[in-house]
């Protein structure tokens, strides 16, 4: 039993992460909840997850909420231009839905398609960025492009793991329902730890040049 909690035992070290990843899961959903402030959230759950894949968090909740709050205005910003396009393209997807038909539909459809796809790419990216970097809004939505496209099969396994819970509620709704308590308490902390294990090795390899 004393072995257990010694701290180099790695069921001990699986249980604290997993901890680690419900409490910053159920942070972030916190912040999400007035809307406005989920840019800054998901930036500052991307500086939590980063810390930990690296292995300099010493406290999660305080790291959280120190990105939280550095970060709140750049990712603000960012966050309110997402939401409107991302409304936008859902409102074009509800038109296509009931007022356009065959092949036009289709092509439309795929366009709609491409633009969601690369929307929810460079916002994969630039949370993490603009947690991790000083710069412009501008250039960070400029940065999150050219990552989005250099790293791509990165790229889509991000996407993909974002979306995935809607692609449950879509095509396989009794999934979602069963594995619903993981989203809710592990589902923002999962995959924005996923994110960082992916991206950590990236940034550290801009870092050198």
């Not at 916190?30 to 402030?37: D, E, K, N, Q, S």
């Not at 500086?47 to 292995?55: H, P, Y």
């Not at 709050?69 to 960012?78: D, E, G, P």
């Not at 294990?197 to 040049?209: G, Q, S, T």
Request: proline content about 4%; hydrophobic content about 60%.
């Amino acid at each position: 039993m004393r072995n257990f909690f010694n701290l180099d035992n790695p069921i001990f070290q699986l249980l604290t992460r997993l901890a680690d990843l419900v409490i910053t899961s159920m942070l972030c959903l916190i912040c999400c909840v007035p809307v406005v402030t989920a840019g800054a959230a998901f930036a500052a759950l991307a500086k939590t997850t980063q810390g930990l894949v690296r292995d300099e968090v010493t406290g999660t909740a305080r790291t959280f909420f120190r990105a939280f709050r550095a970060n709140f205005k750049q990712a603000t910003v960012v966050w309110l231009c997402a939401v409107v396009v991302i409304a936008a393209i859902v409102c074009n997807y509800l038109l296509l839905r009931y007022f356009v038909t065959g092949a036009l539909y289709t092509v439309l459809f795929v366009v709609l398609v491409v633009l969601a796809f690369i929307v929810l790419a460079i916002l994969a990216y630039v949370f993490p960025l603009i947690a991790r970097y000083e710069n412009t809004v501008k250039e960070h939505v400029r940065n999150a492009m050219v990552l989005s496209i250099y790293k791509l099969p990165k790229t889509i396994l991000m996407v993909f793991l974002h979306v995935l819970p809607l692609l449950l509620a879509y095509f396989f709704p009794t999934i979602l329902v069963y594995t619903m308590p993981f989203w809710v308490f592990m589902g923002f902390g999962f995959c924005s730890h996923v994110d960082s294990a992916l991206l950590v090795p990236v940034f550290a390899e801009l870092e050198k040049h």
